[in-house]
């Protein structure tokens, strides 16, 4: 298990090292939903590619369950030595996959124009360097935290807009920690939107376990689904605040055998109250839909608008 965890250190800092990003893919699939929004500016909704890359995560994690990455001795040994190899590929997303992020951050930024908000977007935006800090790389994370930040104020800007939960917290919480003179206003898209519309009458809502216990949205989202006409379906034993379950999500990568068993349990608690699954995550979007193809699995920013 050691060398698989140094293996996948290398792998992500090789990466970010030579484009900014965790995983070998091309760029260009990061910034193709902007097309005809305004470069730059003070203030930019920063998507960190997350949302394009959580396939590619996903699809990563299921080669390392199949060699056996996590389950330690010779097996993570095997693993250790194919990422020095999956790092020279190339990951890409499928047009299914491509199509569905770009569609979810085009109506992300759909709302915010309706609600009046004034963006720019940086189409050679970096990752955040969530995963070096949830993996407990930390010299690693300071480092790199420290050049994405030089990138945003190089580039003038004063405020990100994020529309994810792992990206909201390294910067909001994080990267003070650990960058001298943080000086960013972080705001979420959800605190600035006011949707009107739903594409679905009733679902269940499955909680990020970021924005609901650390960064206090549990409510927000909520608030969103109440306005937009969607009936909620509770139970406070599945979707409550202290007592809703994890996608699987901050284990994939070292584990992947046991977040995919989490992933499964977490769909069979959310499918005994709807066959509708609301998420505010892309990470917990693509690990729910793995666990239970059957249940449909919908983004926020695909369900209101």
């Known amino acids: 298990m050691e060398g698989w965890i140094h293996a996948l250190r290398?792998?992500?800092?090789?990466?970010?090292?030579r484009s900014r990003f965790p995983l070998p893919a091309d760029r260009s699939i990061c910034s193709r939903w902007a097309s005809g929004l305004p470069e730059g500016g003070r203030r930019v909704l920063y998507t960190s590619c997350m949302y394009q890359l959580a396939?590619?995560?996903?699809?990563a994690v299921?080669?390392?369950?199949?060699?056996?990455?996590?389950?330690?001795?010779?097996?993570?040994?095997?693993?250790a030595a194919g990422a020095r190899?999956?790092?020279g590929l190339?990951?890409?997303?499928?047009?299914e996959e491509a199509g569905r992020a770009d569609g979810i951050l085009r109506n992300i930024a759909a709302m915010l124009?309706?609600?009046?908000?004034?963006f720019g977007v940086l189409r050679d935006e970096p990752y955040s360097g969530a995963l070096l800090y949830e993996l407990g790389f930390e010299e690693d994370f300071a480092s790199y935290a420290r050049e994405v930040y030089r990138y945003f104020k190089e580039r003038g800007v004063e405020e990100v807009i994020t529309v994810d939960p792992h990206t909201h917290y390294v910067l909001e919480r994080a990267y003070p920690k650990y960058v001298d003179g943080f000086d960013l206003k972080v705001v979420s898209y959800m605190d600035l939107v006011r949707p009107s519309r739903a594409s679905v009458a009733k679902a269940v809502v499955h909680d990020s376990c970021l924005y609901a216990r650390y960064l206090d949205r549990y409510d927000v989202y909520r608030r969103l689904l109440d306005s937009a006409g969607v009936a909620r379906v509770e139970d406070p034993y599945?979707?409550?605040?202290?007592?809703?379950?994890?996608c699987g999500g901050p284990i994939e990568s070292v584990r992947p055998d046991v977040a995919g068993e989490v992933a499964k349990i977490r769909a069979r608690q959310l499918s005994r109250l709807s066959d509708v699954v609301v998420t505010v995550c892309p990470i917990c979007r693509v690990n729910l839909s793995r666990a239970a193809p059957t249940l449909k699995v919908l983004d926020l920013a695909e369900v209101v608008s």
């Open 10 to 17: 290398d792998l992500l800092v090789d990466n970010l090292r």
């Open 238 to 246: 599945v979707t409550g605040k202290a007592y809703s379950g994890c």
């Open 85 to 87: 190899l999956f790092g």
């Open 55 to 59: 396939p590619l995560i996903a699809r």
């Open 113 to 118: 124009g309706r609600a009046g908000v004034q």
């Open 62 to 79: 299921d080669v390392l369950e199949r060699v056996g990455a996590g389950s330690g001795g010779v097996r993570a040994k095997m693993a």
């Open 90 to 95: 190339l990951l890409m997303p499928s047009d």
